[in-house]
């Protein structure tokens, strides 16, 4: 079964300290990796794609990282801000190169990170 | 703006009423789709659409229906509804999706609370 696993399930910062989150799936046969913002009450807003032979992608302050060998991403914050309080959600897409997981996007529980002044 | 406008953002249903929950997109996406987000889970694919007149089932279809007649709109229809329907609904779409690297949009979201 395809799963996403994020840790932790929630963090707390101070303010202009860096954080990393982490993501391990097991989707396969694997497509790509995204790693979304959700404000609360929002709806997920896409921070960056990451396809298999990608290692490194920044997004401003922050930088994603993929090991497709071990099936482990993470999700680096550079410098927080109050405006990254948010939930960070891991999201894996299966390749759609044929079978039933055409296209299928399988979605981690998300980390809730909590910026304090 | 651009983008995915859900509507209403939030719905208090008696058990056993029947509701739409709207979703229009302005992006000409041919790829829409509906989710839930419950405590504690990931989002979960209830319904989605490859074009007007193509819809198929996600992995929680039972109790909701969906249609497709446009290329901008996909309502999501809650039959009778139960309280394990209690939720947060996303509408979602994006411009294909045989092509891997296209993100998708989000809409803001419904909150519905069944009682």
């Known amino acids: 079964k395809n799963q996403v696993e994020q840790s932790p399930q929630s963090l707390i910062i101070l303010e202009g300290k860096n954080c990393t989150l982490q993501?391990?799936?097991?989707?396969?046969?694997?497509?790509?990796l995204r790693w979304y913002k959700q404000d609360t009450g929002r709806g997920p807003v896409s921070l960056t794609i990451?396809?298999?032979?990608?290692n490194t992608k920044s997004n401003g302050r922050y930088t994603a990282t993929l090991d497709a060998d071990t099936k482990q991403s993470s999700l680096h914050i550079t410098a927080s801000q109050l405006s990254d309080s948010a939930s960070y959600i891991c999201?894996?897409?299966?390749?759609?190169?044929?079978?039933?997981?055409?296209?299928?996007?399988?979605f981690g529980q998300g980390t809730i990170l909590t910026v304090h002044p | 703006n651009a983008g995915v406008t859900q509507t209403p953002k939030f719905q208090v249903l008696k058990t056993g009423q029947s509701m739409t929950l709207q979703c229009a997109q302005d992006?000409?996406?041919?790829?829409m789709s509906w989710y839930r987000q419950d405590p504690g889970m990931g989002l979960r694919l209830i319904h989605y659409?490859?074009?007007?007149?193509?819809?198929d089932q996600g992995e929680v279809p039972n109790g909701y229906n969906v249609s497709r007649s446009t290329t901008e709109d996909f309502p999501l229809r809650l039959l009778s509804a139960a309280p394990s329907q209690t939720s947060v609904y996303f509408c979602?779409?994006?411009?294909?999706?045989?092509?891997?690297?296209?993100?998708?949009?989000f809409g803001s979201g419904t909150r519905l609370t069944v009682v």
């Open positions: 999201v894996v897409r299966a390749s759609n190169a044929g079978g039933t997981s055409y296209g299928k996007l399988t």
């Open positions: 979602a779409s994006s411009y294909s999706l045989t092509a891997d690297n296209y993100g998708y949009t």
């Open positions: 990451m396809t298999f032979s990608e």
């Open positions: 992006m000409n996406h041919e790829y």
């Open positions: 993501c391990n799936y097991t989707v396969s046969p694997f497509s790509n």
């Open positions: 659409s490859v074009g007007a007149g193509i819809t």
